[in-house]
C-alpha cells in the first residue's frame, strides 16, 4: 500500500509540474494562434545576432500595460539577440507627436527616467501630449531644461527616427500596437494567451525557433 501511495504521489507531482510549466514549454506554438510568418522577411541585422522589434506607441493603453514586463525582459535577453523598440504613428498626427516625443526622450537620455511617466500622462491622465507646445511644457514640468530638450525635439536625428520607423512599419505592415516581431520573420499573435506574460513567453520561443532556423 505505501509503495502504491508513493507511487501515486510521484504521478500526482510530475502532473503538477507539467501544469506549471510555461505556456511555450507545455505544447508547441501553433502558427495562425501563437504567431504568424512575416509575408517578406527582412531585417535590418546583419551578422549572428536576431532583431526583435516591439512596435508601440505611448497612445496605445495596451502598450502602456505590457511596457513594464517588456523593459524587465529586454534586459535579461540573451547576448545574440538585440531589441528595439520603434513607436508608430498610423499616419496620425497625434501620434507623430507621440513617437517624436519618444526619440527625443532617448537622445536626451531622458528616456529612462519618463517613458513610463509619458504612457501614464497620456492614458491614465489624459494630458494632451500631441503638440510641440504641451509636449515641451510637460517636459519642463518635470524638471528638465525645456530648451535644450528643444533641440532634440526638433533636431535632424529624430526627423531621420521617424522616418526610418515609418519605414518598419510599412515594411512590416503593423496594423495593430503592441507587435513583437522576431529576426524579421515571425509575429508574434498569442491569440490563446492568457496574460501579457504569455506574450513574451511567445516570444522567447520565436526567439529560439529563430536561432534554429539560423543554423539549417
Not at 529560439?208 to 543554423?215: G, L, P, S, T
Amino acid at each position: 500500500m505505501d509503495a502504491i501511495r508513493r507511487r501515486f504521489s510521484l504521478y500526482l507531482l510530475a502532473f503538477l509540474a507539467f501544469l506549471c510549466l510555461p505556456l511555450t514549454a507545455s505544447a508547441e506554438l501553433v502558427e495562425g494562434r501563437d504567431w504568424k510568418a512575416v509575408s517578406a522577411p527582412a531585417t535590418e541585422q546583419e551578422g549572428d545576432e536576431i532583431e526583435v522589434l516591439e512596435f508601440f506607441s505611448y497612445g496605445c493603453p495596451h502598450c502602456g500595460d505590457i511596457n513594464p514586463l517588456i523593459k524587465q525582459w529586454a534586459e535579461g535577453l540573451p547576448s545574440d539577440v538585440r531589441f528595439e523598440r520603434v513607436p508608430v504613428t498610423f499616419g496620425r498626427a497625434a501620434w507623430e507627436s507621440l513617437s517624436r516625443l519618444y526619440f527625443a526622450l532617448d537622445f536626451a537620455d531622458e528616456l529612462e527616467t519618463l517613458d513610463q511617466m509619458v504612457f501614464d500622462a497620456v492614458i491614465k491622465q489624459r494630458t494632451n501630449l500631441y503638440t510641440e507646445k504641451t509636449a515641451l511644457n510637460w517636459i519642463g514640468e518635470q524638471g528638465v531644461d525645456r530648451e535644450a530638450f528643444a533641440k532634440f525635439y526638433n533636431s535632424f536625428a529624430v526627423e531621420a527616427a521617424l522616418a526610418r520607423a515609418n519605414t518598419l512599419a510599412a515594411r512590416f505592415r503593423v496594423d495593430a500596437v503592441p507587435m513583437i516581431i522576431v529576426d524579421g520573420r515571425y509575429v508574434v499573435l498569442g491569440e490563446g494567451a492568457k496574460s501579457k506574460a504569455d506574450l513574451i513567453e511567445i516570444a522567447d520561443a520565436l526567439i529560439v525557433k529563430a536561432r534554429e532556423a539560423r543554423q539549417d
